[in-house]
């Protein structure tokens, strides 16, 4: 039998920012999680010195501060051009990228590598596997949060270092694997044909969010762009 994506080689990726709006805020620390198999992943993680100041609210989620960045930060161009070719070279190996939520983290990235003038990755070949749009897949009437620790943590998957760029894209390979492994819905197809769906899996979700909303006199537009919300 072939071997299926979730067995093979996977790239996680995962960013700590300065704030949520992917179009003005920065990253201050990136990490790339890659490895041939389960279990034998190895991290690499930038520190960017992002040129901006570091909201209180982000240091107290992330815990990296101001005077961190700018004694030990690498310049945004060079951090960023070193993650953008990374991604590069698993597009043109065929492997697949894993992000939680990865909509925020890959649409961060763009906004960045543009501001930076860094030649994007190739998005449209790309095959990214979004462990949170699995997970409302696959177990869409569950109730409570589903942050990236408490996903993990219902599917067993160990989470060290949270809030660490390393940490979380560790735990999204992990969960990425187990999800795939539980469920042939996920598992049983193509990487390539898993980001499809998932596009369609993530529209369907934002419409039915967008709904909830109405029903409780909210009138709340959700984005159902996926991967780039751009």
Not at 43 to 70: F, K, N, S, Y
Not at 197 to 223: I, M, N, P, T
């Amino acid at each position: 039998m072939s071997e299926r994506w979730f067995e093979g080689p996977l790239l996680g990726f995962d960013t700590e920012t300065t704030g949520v709006a992917v179009d003005r805020d920065r990253i201050v620390q990136a990490a790339l999680v890659s490895g041939p198999h389960p279990g034998v992943e190895t991290a690499r993680t930038w520190l960017i010195d992002p040129g901006v100041p570091i909201p209180p609210g982000a240091t107290r989620v992330h815990g990296i501060t101001d005077e961190r960045v700018q004694a030990d930060g690498l310049a945004p161009a060079a951090a960023l051009a070193e993650v953008a070719a990374a991604l590069r070279g698993a597009v043109d190996a065929g492997v697949p990228v894993v992000a939680f939520r990865a909509g925020f983290d890959c649409t961060l990235l763009s906004y960045e590598l543009e501001r930076h003038g860094i030649e994007q990755p190739d998005w449209v070949r790309m095959a990214i596997v979004d462990p949170s749009v699995l997970d409302k897949r696959v177990d869409r009437y569950r109730k409570g949060k589903r942050t990236l620790g408490v996903t993990a943590a219902h599917y067993g998957v160990p989470h060290a270092q949270a809030h660490s760029a390393a940490g979380d894209a560790i735990a999204t390979v992990g969960l990425a694997r187990a999800i795939g492994a539980m469920y042939p819905e996920v598992g049983g197809i193509t990487a390539p044909e898993l980001h499809a769906a998932q596009v369609l899996w993530h529209a369907e979700d934002a419409a039915s969010l967008e709904a909830y909303f109405r029903r409780k006199g909210r009138e709340e537009a959700v984005d159902r762009r996926w991967p780039l919300c751009r």
